[in-house]
């Protein structure tokens, strides 16, 4: 089993905790969670359906409870050492405080570092009467419980600890504790932004990037000066992690994506909570590779469960109910991205910029071959199961003349752009641009999906969006 909740924050506060109260260093409460959520039985796509069928939610112990489980898990625990903790980068991002309840729960962990054991206690009490389904913040509520009771009055209970250290609802506890700090600790370096995002429309004012190997979502703002990280929050993604291949497979789609729509809670099961939003997942990519599936939404938590375990829906990326509501009054239907990666890598800005000139290149040499009316020219930069999404899908050779028709050799102005970069098997990238033809006020909006093959970049795919 892991350590307790409290030795499992950064190494002041395992050291400050031992030298205040050396029984209170690794002791172990139990805010055990039982019972089992009502499923949701109706209401969304079939996907999520079957994630609420299958969801599982803890109930928070009693006070009683967390009490008499700490003094047997105090002397089991006793000798665990707390776990070293990586320095956090000077240049790194500051912390947000995405979510009032998370926030509360760091100033926990930072008063217990700090050798000051009952303001935590107070702090984690008013935060458990606050949140009381917040299972994580009552298993540290009981570790801060522990502390109270002398060394002499803690009985081992062999039996008892290792019943706690098999049991998965607080492994998961324990494993959600764990990403939480991991998240406070390993901040992405100041400046920087995931490499997927080399620029964004100022139409698109924020955008998403949720990185499921420290269970987090990341929230930026795109402003005049660029793209600024302003919040974060915990998340649960699928029970069998990322890459999400087929129907069913309770894994969470991995690429580029954009919000569809916002569906009201109201039309909802309790079990999505505070709302959904979902993404356009099946991507063109993904149809192309032969993905299944539908319905992968980011929504909140049933009223009786404040978060999830780290792994713990059906491939829907999930989020407690005040972060949820944060989050529905940024984004932009159609406009806001949504990166899902397994593992987010972070460049600056003007890497971004540098990457953003290379495929800015192919889309203007794609516009000039247009504009040329050569239609041998134009076709090297389609491949030939290229289609165009409408009713019926359009192929490369209609499109072609379609374009030349279109521009009739006429300058364009391209503008709005959004690149978003996706790496994997493959490079591909995901190209949003409105444009304007000279001696017009009005354009198309189109959204194209690149592939790159033998060092060139090609069409697979395009909406016209308006």
């Not at 956090?88 to 930072?110: C, D, H, K």
């Not at 069998?240 to 809670?265: F, H, M, N, Q, W």
């Not at 990519?285 to 299944?292: E, I, L, M, N």
Request: charged letters at 25%; a positive charge.
């Amino acid at each position: 089993m892991a350590a307790s909740a409290l030795a499992l924050a950064t190494p002041g506060v395992a050291l400050a905790a031992n030298n205040h109260n050396s029984s209170a260093s690794s002791k172990t409460a139990n805010a055990k969670n039982s019972g089992t959520t009502k499923a949701a039985k109706a209401g969304g796509s079939r996907a999520s359906a079957k994630e609420a069928k299958s969801a599982k939610a803890g109930s928070g112990s009693s006070k009683a409870q967390l009490q008499a489980k700490s003094k047997r898990a105090a002397v089991a625990d006793s000798a665990s050492p707390a776990r070293p903790a990586r320095k956090t980068a000077r240049t790194a991002a500051p912390i947000q405080e995405a979510s009032g309840a998370e926030a509360r729960l760091i100033g926990v962990y930072e008063l217990f570092g700090r050798g000051k054991t009952r303001e935590a206690l107070a702090k984690a009490q008013t935060l458990v009467r606050d949140h009381p389904n917040f299972q994580l913040a009552q298993l540290v509520y009981g570790d801060l419980l522990a502390a109270q009771v002398p060394p002499s009055n803690a009985m081992p209970d062999t039996a008892g600890i290792a019943r706690l250290r098999g049991n998965p609802a607080m492994v998961e506890l324990h494993e959600e504790s764990r990403r939480r700090l991991q998240a406070l600790r390993e901040r992405p370096p100041a400046g920087t932004v995931p490499s997927q995002f080399l620029t964004l429309s100022t139409r698109s004012r924020f955008a998403i990037a949720v990185d499921a190997s420290r269970s987090r979502l990341y929230l930026f703002e795109n402003a005049d000066k660029g793209m600024k990280l302003v919040a974060d929050y915990y998340i649960s993604v699928g029970k069998s992690g990322t890459d999400k291949a087929v129907e069913g497979d309770a894994r969470t789609p991995l690429g580029v994506y954009y919000i569809t729509s916002s569906l009201d809670p109201r039309s909802l099961k309790d079990f999505y909570g505070a709302g959904a939003l979902p993404i356009n997942y099946p991507n063109p990519y993904d149809v192309r590779r032969g993905k299944t599936g539908s319905g992968i939404w980011l929504h909140g938590t049933p009223p009786q469960q404040f978060a999830r375990a780290p792994l713990a829906s059906d491939g829907c990326v999930v989020m407690a109910n005040p972060d949820l509501k944060q989050l529905l009054r940024k984004v932009q239907i159609g406009a806001t991205p949504v990166v899902t990666a397994r593992s987010l890598q972070w460049i600056s800005q003007p890497q971004a910029e540098k990457e953003e000139k290379k495929f800015a290149d192919s889309i203007t040499a794609w516009k000039d071959a247009r504009a040329s009316g050569n239609e041998a020219q134009l076709k090297k930069f389609y491949l030939p199961d290229f289609q165009r999404a409408s009713r019926k899908p359009v192929d490369a050779d209609s499109v072609l003349r379609d374009e030349l028709t279109y521009a009739q050799g006429k300058r364009v102005q391209i503008k709005d752009v959004s690149y978003l970069h996706w790496r994997d098997t493959e490079d591909t990238m995901v190209a949003t641009f409105g444009e304007v033809f000279e001696g017009e006020k009005n354009g198309r909006t189109r959204r194209q999906y690149w592939l790159r093959q033998a060092g060139e970049w090609k069409l697979f795919h395009e909406e016209i969006l308006g």
